[in-house]
């Protein structure tokens, strides 16, 4: 299935042989301490800087009504972010994982973006646009 919106990974995540539980984790750019004045200058032009995880969230696919429901909640509970990172876990025996099964692949998702592993995730903007990161 092509995921061209933050809906159709919705769609994608019901329709899937077993329940899901879709992990987020939202980042914002940050300009690290040993940056040279061309990487400043290409930072403060909106360009450039590095992945920063602020905080990280779990649902059902049930759970999600709407992108805008999940950024509003975001709103609620930490910082302003830039991008969302999203990873699915699979449950078992017709049931998703739970929230506590969710917690060590959450932090999993959080090391690796720290790390700038970012390539097994799914990235959306602020509008629920997918978002491809170099």
């Not at 032009?45 to 999600?64: F, I, S």
């Not at 950024?71 to 078992?92: C, H, M, N, T």
């Not at 692949?105 to 973006?113: K, N």
């Amino acid at each position: 299935m092509n995921i061209s919106n933050f809906d159709d990974l919705l769609r994608a995540a019901r329709t899937q042989p077993d329940p899901q539980r879709l992990l987020f984790v939202f980042a914002r750019a940050v300009l690290p301490d040993d940056s040279t004045p061309e990487q400043r200058a290409r930072f403060e032009a909106g360009e450039g800087g590095a992945l920063a995880p602020l905080m990280a969230v779990d649902r059902t696919p049930e759970e999600m009504d709407t992108f805008a429901a999940l950024v509003e909640e975001a709103r609620q509970f930490g910082p302003d972010w830039a991008v969302v990172f999203v990873a699915s876990l699979p449950g078992r025996a017709g049931r998703p994982p739970t929230s506590k099964e969710a917690d060590q692949p959450l932090q999993r998702m959080i090391e690796s973006i720290k790390a700038g592993s970012i390539g097994s995730f799914i990235s959306f903007d602020r509008r629920g646009e997918p978002v491809q990161l170099a």
